[in-house]
């Protein structure tokens, strides 16, 4: 009978060979995707004798290490074998399991080990040992066993956990790639590897159905909600039996309840994705679940500082942390990332619920909840200290990696009695993340919904309503910006609150000056900045207090004072390390020097103001930056070559595309829309009107990242490369970073 070896060690085998791919099953569902991982994996069994895929339950493992020994199959004369270890709770049992698997009987008492080394000495064969996550030990010895006395073995695990193995390779299993491609093709081959799988397995339920321009930014939805796990993505598609795509995504709030029904012929495990996250669950340690249960707190990534102060006590000692978080990421719970700040960590969106209705069932969500605030509430008031020096960009990305996290302490503040004064001053902390990051629009939302809260006249609140006034002028909305400062003005006086009220008096002037009251403005401004000398505040707002008071006197025509205050405000930042009001200084400057007459200079700070406020995704100093730059095309570039009008027109295209996304362009004044204005007036003299609605429309097609390089010189001119008549056609963009430091 093939398979029932007989011979005695260092004989041939009696009796033929099993086939080149032994004992697989046949696949029963088309293999989607994996072509990197498989190519890779195909290397690793090509030279390493063992090899364990790793990666969380559902990411489908069990299917590449199949697809990858069937590849390899004509490589092993004696063929490729699947153990299933899942079915083995008893580590005793586990040489028992593989003896079985490879159909070789032995009615000795000889241990298992001994009749496995004796059995299959002199053969060449891959084994491929599934699932062996709770058995981590007893495979890991096995497996060492094994290899040391078979030389012609090579091995294939599976496993949410290394093995630690003698020699081990790991291949870790991310899940499947989400993100379509923008206004990409939806036909075969041309989608995300989940949104084919998706497909794939839709079909089966429905054989009419197809991912179209009309479902397909539904199915994308769906599948980035799933995080790209494959079983999870499976166990939908399964459910357009009875439910829509819509209907499906709009329902995953209860994923584990609706995503039942799989396959009745599967793994019990893989039934559902509660069960199939469960047996993770159940391999953990009591404390490796707390802590899972506890890291559901946070949203999106986290470092291990915020881990220890978020999740440690009852329990849990700070100083276990560490190693319990480093065993978590072995089971495949947590995933590494790296950033440019060290290693942080995230949980798959699905683990973190699964983790979540344990925390709920211990009664520790609460308490979880005010930690988790806590420390995101440092981590919001350390950024705005940061902010005012030469960390200033390093404090930008590490708030942006921290933005969902804020997100979520912000949403527990607003919905938790008694937490709406911290929900104010976090609004309010995180004014130079709204402002200086480019997101006023999300600003204003968390500022307005704290403010409706509580209207108690606390410090948290007069500064919430000075950045809420201070995003709306930003955003060219007056009527409401002029209420929320005065109401900060009028309680400042009230309760005596000096800093509140120079805050108010400061961006009461910015109101003014964008309400085209440049003289009122130049008198707000003087008196914030003897509030700010009297209370010794100094920081990025002062800063903007000086350029903005010169901009006022600009407006009035008078330049020398206003190159008087950009003087001063320059070398406040230069002397601080500061870059983000540096670079709406050097806009300003650039200004007052185009009125002058010192074009090229001029040129040279607003791409360098273009270039900063890229660096901190400030949209607002962008499109300022490069709207000026629009004008600076028209003038002349030496005294015989004329400017590019046909530039000048694609950079106010593109400006026009970037004011849509920040608000009112150019804040709703007149006086900020005077450069547009005069380059617009000079292109249309020098232009055929179809050459100035070409290259404005041309411009307009271009995204932020593109308009940056353009306007930074990395573009090329209207036409392409050369520039020269004829109609415009902006050709691709080279990548905005690194730019060119003009």
């Not at 008893?90 to 593989?98: E, F, K, Q, T």
């Not at 009527?479 to 005596?496: K, S």
């Amino acid at each position: 009978m093939a398979g029932d070896w007989t011979a005695q060690p260092g004989e041939p085998p009696a009796g033929p060979r099993e086939p080149e791919h032994g004992r697989l099953p046949a696949e029963v569902t088309g293999f989607v995707g994996r072509q990197r991982e498989l190519a890779e994996l195909a290397r690793l069994l090509a030279t390493a004798r063992l090899v364990t895929v790793t990666g969380p339950g559902g990411v489908g493992k069990s299917r590449l290490a199949l697809r990858a020994a069937a590849r390899a199959g004509g490589g092993f004369p004696d063929g490729t074998w699947l153990v299933d270890i899942a079915p083995v709770q008893d580590p005793l049992l586990l040489g028992h399991a593989v003896l079985e698997a490879l159909r070789l009987t032995d009615g000795t008492a000889r241990p298992p080990l001994d009749v496995l080394t004796e059995r299959l000495a002199g053969r060449r064969l891959l084994l491929v040992l599934d699932g062996c996550e709770h058995l981590v030990e007893a495979c890991a010895e096995l497996a060492d066993a094994l290899l040391r006395a078979l030389p012609g073995l090579r091995l294939l695990t599976t496993s949410r956990t290394a093995l630690r193995a003698s020699g081990e390779h790991l291949l870790t299993l991310a899940p499947l790639p989400v993100d379509m491609a923008p206004a990409g093709p939806v036909g075969p081959g041309a989608l995300p590897d989940a949104v084919q799988l998706f497909a794939d397995r839709a079909r089966a339920v429905l054989p009419s159905f197809a991912v179209t321009e009309a479902n397909a930014e539904a199915v994308g939805l769906l599948c980035r909600r799933l995080d790209g796990i494959p079983l999870a993505v499976e166990l939908a598609a399964g459910r357009l039996r009875a439910l829509s795509v819509e209907q499906i995504t709009a329902r995953l709030d209860d994923r584990f309840r609706l995503l039942t029904g799989g396959s009745r012929t599967a793994l019990p495990r893989h039934q559902t994705l509660r069960t199939t996250i469960g047996w993770s669950h159940e391999l953990c340690a009591v404390q490796e679940r707390l802590l899972w249960a506890r890291l559901s707190i946070f949203a999106g990534s986290f470092d291990l500082e915020a881990a220890e102060y978020v999740c440690a006590g009852d329990g849990i000692e700070p100083e276990d942390v560490l190693d319990l978080l480093d065993e978590l990421v072995a089971k495949s719970v947590v995933l590494r990332e790296d950033s440019a700040f060290g290693v942080r960590f995230r949980l798959l969106d699905t683990l973190r619920e699964y983790g979540g209705h344990w925390l709920r069932a211990a009664g520790e969500e609460p308490r979880l909840r005010r930690r988790h605030r806590d420390w995101y509430l440092g981590v919001a008031t350390w950024g705005e200290v940061e902010w005012f020096g030469p960390r200033q960009a390093e404090t930008a990305e590490r708030t942006a990696l921290a933005h969902t996290n804020l997100r979520a302490a912000l949403e527990f503040c607003l919905g938790e009695p008694g937490e709406e004064q911290i929900a104010l001053l976090l609004a309010g902390t995180l004014w130079f993340y709204w402002v200086g990051c480019g997101h006023l629009g999300e600003g204003r939302h968390w500022l307005d919904r704290a403010l409706a809260l509580d209207r108690e006249p606390t410090e948290a609140r007069a500064k919430a309503l000075w950045v809420t006034g201070y995003t709306a002028t930003l955003q060219g909305d007056l009527a409401a910006a002029r209420p929320a400062l005065e109401e900060c003005r009028r309680q400042a006086l009230d309760t005596g609150d000096d800093r509140a009220l120079a805050y108010a008096v400061h961006r009461q002037g910015c109101a003014a000056l964008i309400g085209d009251d440049p003289h009122r403005a130049a008198e707000l401004f003087e008196e914030a900045l003897w509030h700010y000398r009297t209370i010794g505040e100094l920081n990025s707002n002062v800063a903007m207090a000086m350029l903005e008071l010169g901009l006022a006197y600009l407006f009035q025509g008078d330049l020398d004072s206003g190159e008087l205050w950009f003087g001063q405000a320059r070398e406040l930042c230069e002397e601080h390390g500061e870059q983000w009001a540096y670079a709406y200084v050097l806009y300003a400057t650039a200004y007052s020097h185009w009125l002058d007459g010192a074009v090229q200079a001029a040129r040279a700070l607003a791409r360098e103001c273009v270039r900063l406020n890229h660096l901190f995704h400030d949209l607002l100093g962008i499109v300022l930056g490069i709207d000026l730059l629009a004008l600076l095309e028209t003038e002349p570039n030496g005294p015989d070559e004329a400017g590019d009008l046909r530039e000048a027109r694609v950079l106010q295209g593109a400006a026009h595309r970037i004011w849509r996304t920040v608000g009112t362009p150019f804040l709703g004044s007149r006086n900020f829309f005077g450069t547009h204005q005069e380059c617009a007036e000079r292109a249309r003299a020098g232009l055929t009107e179809q050459e100035y609605r070409e290259c404005y429309e041309a411009g307009a097609r271009l995204d932020v990242d593109e308009a940056v390089s353009r306007a930074l010189g990395g573009g090329g001119s209207a036409e392409g490369p050369e520039r020269g008549p004829g109609p415009c056609s902006v050709p691709p963009a080279p990548a905005p970073s690194p730019v060119r430091n003009s």
